[in-house]
């Protein structure tokens, strides 16, 4: 079955304490990128990938690593969590650009 | 003004009505655009790309304006399960770039 696939689902976590959440995506896409949703603000990118080695910032990479090391993988990294990183997170990826965006399940991450 | 910009509703409407929403966006060299449908606390997924023709898929039908700088979309006969929120997606790629907008979402509620 063809998925984007993120872990963890759910986390609680203390600010500072370094996290990562997985996403892998089976479809052989060469695009991929993380998204934050928070109430009122809609969905807002954080990074993107247009291929392995290949990264760029998007609207609010402040906070956020990723990297791209193979194609099906793309980390989204916390190095130091605040609370205001409180959200939730998707993954999503698509063949290449322009095209139909296929979303993981969602990251509900809280920073206490 | 926002890139891409809906109303957030929330639209109350009965069972079997027509309701329309809309979306502007202000690149006016965005190349592709789509509807999503986002159910509470889920992943947002693809409702429907929209061409400049026009195009149509059952009861939904989306359309773009290129001129005006807006895409539609139409429900007829809304069903219960139609209620959720529906999102515009703009897109614009150029090289090794790619810029991915969502709308904040417009809320669709269909009451019996």
């Known amino acids: 079955e063809a998925q984007v696939t993120q872990n963890p689902r759910y986390l609680i976590t203390v600010t500072g304490k370094k996290l990562t959440v997985t996403c892998s995506q089976n479809?052989?896409?060469?695009?991929m990128s993380w998204y934050r949703q928070d109430p009122g603000l809609g969905l807002r990118q954080i990074y993107y990938?247009?291929?392995?080695?290949?990264?760029d910032k998007g609207d609010v990479p402040e906070g956020y690593k990723v990297s791209r090391k193979e194609k099906r993988n793309f980390p989204l990294i916390l190095e130091s969590p605040s609370p205001n990183q409180t959200s939730l997170y998707f993954c999503?990826?698509?063949?290449?650009?322009?095209?139909?965006?296929?979303f993981g399940e969602g990251s509900w991450l809280t920073v206490v | 003004r926002k890139e891409v910009e809906q109303d957030p509703g929330p639209f109350n409407v009965p069972e079997g009505a027509t309701v329309a929403f809309n979306c502007t966006y202000s690149?006016?060299?965005?190349?592709?655009f789509f509807w999503y449908r986002q159910d509470c606390r889920k992943e947002p997924k693809l409702l429907m790309s929209?061409?400049?023709s026009g195009n149509e898929d059952g009861r939904f039908t989306a359309q773009l304006n290129r001129a005006s700088q807006y895409i539609s979309l139409l429900i007829r006969d809304s069903k219960l399960s139609d209620s959720a929120t529906y999102l515009c997606?703009?897109?614009?790629?150029?090289?090794?770039?790619?810029?991915?907008?969502f709308g904040t979402g417009t809320k669709l509620q269909v009451i019996p």
């Open positions: 929209v061409y400049s």
């Open positions: 690149n006016s060299a965005s190349q592709s």
């Open positions: 990938s247009m291929n392995v080695e290949v990264t």
């Open positions: 999503a990826s698509s063949l290449s650009s322009g095209n139909t965006i296929y």
């Open positions: 479809m052989n896409h060469e695009y």
């Open positions: 997606v703009v897109n614009f790629y150029s090289g090794g770039y790619q810029k991915v907008t």
